[in-house]
């Protein structure tokens, strides 16, 4: 099965920008959806980024990031990279990649639709 691995998290200063990396081993299917959630103190995990292949690529962004962090693929490494630029402090939470196959696209914001997830990286906004 396949395993995630997620890495670059730290402490940034608002305004400023980080790089999230998550790693990807194991086989997949040609019809996936690799994505970004994250999960702040006291609330429940939140959609952040996908990027969805089922015939060409689209990429999915909450609201709350569009503008600021983009999701982008190695296909050399096999990895997923969310660049985040302009922080708040509304941005501090564990972010955690998630992997999903065969999944629809009405899915594909839900932690639902992802049977693999990663351990997490926490990303901490402060002055």
């Known amino acids: 099965q396949v395993q995630l691995g997620e890495s670059g998290g730290g402490l940034g200063q608002p305004g400023g920008s980080r790089r999230l990396t998550c790693a990807a081993s194991?086989?997949?299917?040609?019809?996936?959806?690799r994505a970004w959630f994250r999960e702040a103190p006291g609330k429940e995990r939140e959609f952040v980024a996908a990027?969805?292949?089922?015939?060409?690529?689209?990429?999915y962004y909450a609201d709350s990031v569009k503008g600021r962090f983009t999701i982008s693929r190695d296909n050399a490494k096999n990895t997923v990279d969310l660049q985040m630029n302009n922080l708040e402090h509304e941005d501090t939470a564990v972010y955690y990649c998630?992997?999903?196959?065969?999944?629809?696209?009405?899915?594909?914001?839900?932690?639902?639709?992802?049977?693999?997830w990663g351990q997490g990286t926490q990303v901490t906004v402060s002055t």
């Open positions: 194991g086989r997949t299917t040609r019809n996936f959806a």
């Open positions: 990027w969805r292949r089922s015939g060409g690529t689209t990429t």
């Open positions: 998630a992997l999903g196959e065969r999944l629809i696209t009405s899915s594909v914001r839900s932690g639902a639709a992802y049977g693999y």
